[in-house]
């Protein structure tokens, strides 16, 4: 549940609680910090904490800043003054929160982490509207029902970290983006960060569903991707045991993971008994698609065909598929996650595991991590063998305990200088989570030669493994 942290004061700040407390915010906790009674409301909702004290006092606002981890703070106070001080008391507290100021005075904030609402601005455009031959802006086009929406991409978001062309839009579009102020020319390999603003356009029903999943930090993975689920099957590339065990696998995570369907494309058929207990092991499961290709298209001819039939969040693949070059390529060009199949049985799973290596490809992890921890209800396990203590792998372990505070979810960091394999060779029934590299399906015959630990751990043929497409 996300905590909003409001200060509150004057006549703007009355008629915005009021109107805050009329809606339905149960998703959310709020703390309200006031100065005058004049301005609360007569309902006083059980995610509404109110302190009244004075919001310029650095020591008081510090007592409530320190209780928990605010996702959002909004200062609607009112006079210059009490703005001014206030922001720079946030900004004194946390050096690096993202927040918004209610600003009639015209006042110039250096500091790109403050969105301005400039009231001035504002009602000066809405007075522009009633003129002839100006220009609308978006909340009076089309049918004025809320087909254009602005989204913005929260700490934790699944969205965050998430290349433009690799987010299902289906019935709604990105058409723009802003970060800091600033428009940024969108493309397909365009990246959403956290904090971002973008523009969605679409049906409105369709775009509420797209802000409830953007901002919600949990329970959506294999989204944005897609919600498909997609087992691909060579019998003559693959032996029985092989086939079977991918889709034990899918159906476990199809299970799991919230709105899913399950797609299976079987091709090259070698017998129907094989066949038969494919079906069989997945009876139970309603929302599924068997396909059986016995023309021996290829493989680059299916997957291509299927990736546009089919809103494909998830792959599951064995070992032995991923070894095929047509297979692999067109598996890194998808920008998809991968379930890599382990031998290791998945209905004994103890524990979603991270070998961390390069800070950067980890930050971006980080939200999948936690989504797919929270909807398999397993504790996380980070394993990190850096003991001296590297400042950017510091701040990575504290943005990934920031994190688990955030999801309300378990996490265990273990730092020293043990050899990181031999870890995770200490942790069995572990789903390990990987960014997605190009290396990884490259020949390695003298594999420990390489200290890369994601090359190392995506060789190991026991294990199972979700690989994600990171930014490099």
Do not use: C
Not at 206 to 235: R, W
Not at 399 to 412: G, M, R, T, V, Y
Not at 421 to 429: A, G, H, I, M, S
């Amino acid at each position: 549940m996300k905590k909003v942290l409001i200060l509150l004061d004057g006549i703007v700040a009355k008629s915005l609680l009021n109107r805050l407390v009329e809606l339905d915010t149960s998703h959310s906790m709020y703390d309200i910090v006031y100065m005058n009674d004049n301005i609360l409301p007569e309902k006083k909702p059980q995610n509404f904490t109110f302190y009244k004290f004075d919001p310029t006092s650095l020591s008081k606002l510090q007592l409530v800043m320190s209780k928990v981890i605010h996702n959002d703070i909004l200062v609607v106070l009112g006079n210059k003054h009490d703005t001014i001080s206030a922001a720079s008391n946030i900004r004194k507290i946390d050096s690096n929160i993202n927040f918004n100021v209610f600003n009639e005075w015209g006042i110039e904030f250096e500091d790109t982490n403050i969105q301005d609402y400039n009231a001035v601005d504002t009602l000066a455009n809405g007075l522009m509207e009633r003129l002839p031959n100006v220009p609308v802006v978006a909340q009076n086009i089309g049918l004025k029902q809320g087909e254009i929406m602005e989204i913005k991409i929260p700490f934790g978001s699944s969205y965050a970290y998430r290349y433009i062309s690799s987010i299902s839009q289906k019935e709604w579009k990105i058409f723009a983006l802003y970060r800091k102020n600033t428009m940024i020319n969108i493309r397909p390999a365009s990246i959403i960060k956290p904090n971002d603003m973008i523009l969605v356009i679409g049906k409105p029903k369709v775009l509420l569903q797209v802000y409830a999943a953007i901002s919600v930090t949990s329970g959506h993975f294999p989204m944005p991707f897609g919600k498909v689920i997609y087992v691909y099957i060579d019998l003559f590339l693959q032996s029985e045991d092989d086939a079977l065990n991918s889709v034990k696998k899918a159906r476990f995570m199809q299970e799991r993971l919230n709105d899913t369907r399950l797609v299976i494309k079987i091709t090259r058929p070698s017998s129907s008994g094989t066949i038969d207990q494919i079906r069989d092991l997945v009876k139970h499961i309603e929302n599924k698609i068997i396909e059986i290709d016995y023309y021996n298209v290829g493989a680059l001819v299916l997957l291509t065909m299927d990736s546009k039939r089919y809103e494909i969040g998830l792959f599951v693949m064995t070992d032995t598929l991923l070894q095929n070059k047509e297979i692999s390529t067109k598996l890194l060009s998808a920008k998809k996650p991968i379930f890599k199949v382990g031998s290791e049985n998945i209905t004994h799973l103890k524990s979603i595991t991270m070998v961390l290596n390069n800070s950067k490809n980890y930050e971006q992890l980080s939200p999948a991590l936690f989504d797919i921890s929270s909807q398999l209800k397993h504790k996380v396990n980070i394993i990190n063998s850096d003991p001296m203590g590297d400042g950017d792998r510091i701040k990575l372990t504290q943005h990934l305990d920031s994190l688990a505070k955030i999801f309300n979810q378990e996490i265990k960091i273990e730092t020293n200088g043990k050899n990181p394999l031999r870890e995770l060779k200490t942790k069995p029934n572990a789903l390990q989570i990987l960014p997605l590299k190009e290396e990884m399906f490259k020949k390695r015959a003298i594999s420990f030669f390489t200290t890369d630990s994601d090359l190392l751990s995506f060789d190991l043929k026991y294990i199972n493994q979700i690989i994600i497409p990171i930014i490099e």
